[in-house]
């Protein structure tokens, strides 16, 4: 798997009861072996469009498939000085949280297991096999994102005491202050992170009417390997964002508080699509500025999109020719997406590593002169 740009997957979930109920008709179709996905028109349209994408995953394709094809591929990388990011993008209702894991009932044996704990899992596998040439250390951090407050999901404070500010170190990237690292010595310790975190999550959403929907769940994976030759070590952060739903959608303005909300569109998910339509489409102001800044979401994202990560997105949709609209709009931004180029620099911690970053700088640098 090529490392250097963002790797896009297109999950199509299974029909739900409610599209069922509604007799909605399957818009999505894979015609070849290619991982291609083609989007029939509705009933009033005839048009036909076909998009390409890294994976295309349809509704009968298991937790365990999508996870083998593309995130088991990319974990190595984590205790190689990699960061990696998954990011799960869609309307709401379209999978993200069941693809991501992002809740956990502790079940392993339950089929429905998604990225996370499957990755927190292997993740130890790996450890194990390294403990005669490393000694390996893996904190958890898990926050939410809403409104632009970011909320430590892990701390035993208050949720009005749980606020954490963003801060920009030059050497060390992005810091948040005052966010528990947990410190997770095996698989149970870390999903025990997950689902702490995610029951404090659920606790908030009940109480403000549903607002997993429009926050961003951030769980995060430090991994940081000494070796005990002595030769040095490595760090990496391990990202997984749950996105809030993309929809703009004029079908959940209903009511009162909801239609607040629906009219506040999500300042970190707009501020995503820019930077990725810079990113990826060339648009970015002339001097080459990507702005990040403009939302806590970009700002905590800054790494993983056009930085130094290896990244995947899974975009997801559904099947059904009533969500068209949300459809399309999630394939052309994963279609942007897929056009971002990263630049996964390994965070080695020695004299060697630090000659192999300043080498990559002055080849940028002459890169950027050649380009004058
Ligand atoms: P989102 O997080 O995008 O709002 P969810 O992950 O909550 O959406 O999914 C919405 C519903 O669809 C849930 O009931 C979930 O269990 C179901 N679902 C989503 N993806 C799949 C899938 N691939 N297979 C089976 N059920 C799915
Ligand atoms: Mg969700």
């Not at 990011?85 to 998604?114: H, P």
């Not at 030759?229 to 760090?235: I, P």
Request: aromatic content about 6%; charged content about 25%.
């Amino acid at each position: 798997m090529s490392t250097d740009c963002v790797h896009v997957a297109v999950r199509v979930r299974p029909f739900v009861d409610s599209e069922r109920s509604r007799g909605c008709v399957q818009i999505l179709k894979k015609v070849s072996s290619e991982p291609q996905i083609t989007i029939t028109g509705d009933s009033n349209s005839k048009s036909q469009d076909t998009y390409t994408f890294n994976n295309v995953f349809m509704p009968e394709i298991s937790q365990h498939i999508v996870y083998d094809e593309c995130v088991k591929p990319i974990l190595p990388k984590l205790f190689d000085g990699y960061n990696v990011t998954i990011l799960a993008y869609g309307q709401t209702g379209s999978g993200k949280t069941y693809t991501m894991g992002t809740v956990f009932d502790g079940d392993w044996e339950n089929t429905r297991v998604g990225i996370i704990p499957r990755a927190l899992r292997d993740i130890f596998k790996t450890v194990r096999t390294m403990e005669d040439s490393s000694t390996i250390s893996i904190t958890c951090s898990f926050m939410e994102l809403y409104r632009e407050v970011l909320y430590d999901l892990l701390t035993d404070r208050s949720r009005d005491q749980s606020v954490c500010e963003i801060r920009e170190d030059g050497s060390k990237g992005i810091i948040i202050n005052g966010l528990c690292e947990i410190p997770a010595n095996d698989e149970d310790k870390a999903t025990n992170c997950l689902m702490t975190g995610g029951s404090k999550r659920t606790v908030g959403a009940t109480a403000m009417n549903d607002a997993s929907s429009r926050s961003h769940a951030i769980f995060v994976v430090n991994v940081k390997a000494v070796r005990l030759d002595g030769t040095g070590s490595t760090t990496a952060k391990f990202t997984l964002v749950d996105l809030a739903g993309s929809e703009r959608s004029k079908k959940t303005k209903a009511t009162g508080t909801r239609f607040k909300e629906g009219v506040k569109i999500n300042q970190g998910l707009l501020a995503l699509g820019n930077v990725i339509s810079a990113l990826g489409g060339g648009t970015a102001s002339s001097n080459g500025y990507i702005s990040y800044r403009d939302s806590k979401l970009t700002r905590l994202l800054q790494d993983s999109l056009g930085g130094n990560s290896v990244t995947l997105m899974v975009a997801c949709v559904s099947p059904a020719d009533y969500n068209i609209e949300e459809t399309l709009s999630t394939l052309r931004y994963a279609d942007r997406a897929k056009k971002i180029k990263n630049k996964p620099i390994k965070n080695e911690n020695s004299d060697q590593a630090e000659i192999q970053k300043l080498k990559q700088t002055i080849q940028d640098l002459r890169l950027q002169l050649l380009d004058r």
